[in-house]
């Protein structure tokens, strides 16, 4: 049989897309019990989806190592630090790992209800870089909201921004950092490992974006509603995923929306659908 060495980056990879995809699947599970998606409004799926996901991702990969242990030695293999899995030990894992059981989350505290606590991250997410987005969305042309909604699709409203990268760009053949993310693959939205771009500051990754879209994805550019530029960035390939321009629409039309607005001097949403906001 041959065994492929621990340190082997394809091991290391699909490691890494099992472990994401088990911890997502655990807290989503989890949260069955806790807020539902309609408290949120139009987009609070999207937004409930990408916070679990950020999670999985980024704060519970530090627990991988024990996980894999646990998953080898429950079917019998050796732990670290023996020889990485074959694929077919993958399987096996997958085939024969105990179900996840949980007891059912308490109820929400009504004084700090979760809808709450994901307002004040959205408001000041939005504050913080609202003044970068404006000037954005006058350079392209385009209204504010839209460029603030899908800087909240990709980050889960500035919950998961690691390099400031604030619009999901890739490295390209750029050095960058490589990050989870999820690849629209035979219609399928896949977890899968990509290179990002990494940013000093919030302002560098804005600038690179606006560069970006005038040098990219013209179509998007001038587009004098979210509608219009969503569906320009979806229709010229900007993301695999085929629902990312009614993501961007439902964030933007959402309640969290029409409050973090509010909150940083926009009176309403038409009021930032002109190009100068």
């Known amino acids: 049989m041959t065994v492929t060495p621990t340190n082997t980056p394809t091991v290391k990879q699909e490691m890494q897309k099992l472990t994401g995809v088990l911890w997502y699947q655990m807290l989503s599970g989890l949260n069955q019990t ?5 408290a949120l409004g139009a987009g609070g799926g999207d937004f409930q989806s990408m916070f679990l996901w950020n ?10 190592s024990g996980l894999i242990n646990a998953a080898l030695h429950q079917i019998g293999g050796a732990t670290a630090p023996a020889p990485a899995p074959t694929a077919s030990t993958l399987t096996a894992i997958i085939a024969k790992a105990a179900p996840i059981t949980a007891q059912p989350l308490p109820a929400p505290s009504p004084s700090n209800p979760p809808s709450q606590t994901m307002l004040v991250q959205a408001t000041n997410f939005a504050k913080a870089i609202w003044p970068q987005i404006t000037a954005a969305a006058q350079a392209l042309g385009v209204p504010a909201v839209a460029v603030l909604a899908q800087t909240a ?3 889960g409203w500035g919950t998961s921004a690691p390099g400031n990268n604030l619009f999901g760009i890739k490295s390209g053949s750029e050095n960058g950092t490589t990050r989870a993310t999820h690849e629209m693959v035979d219609g399928v939205l896949t977890p899968q490992l990509a290179s990002f771009r990494d940013y000093q500051t919030t302002q560098g990754s804005v600038s690179d974006f606006v560069n970006l879209i005038q040098s990219s994805f013209q179509s998007a550019a001038g587009q004098s509603s979210v509608a219009g530029f969503a569906q320009a960035l979806q229709a010229s390939g900007y993301a695999t995923d085929g629902d990312y321009a009614a993501k961007i629409e439902h964030i933007a039309q959402s309640p969290i929306m029409a409050q973090v607005l509010q909150a940083v001097g926009a009176s309403s949403i038409s009021s ?6």
């Open 55 to 64: 999670l999985a991702q980024n704060d519970f990969g530090k627990y991988d």
């Open 153 to 155: 699709l990709e980050t």
């Open 34 to 38: 806790g807020m539902e998606d309609s």
């Open 272 to 277: 930032s659908n002109g190009a100068a906001l």
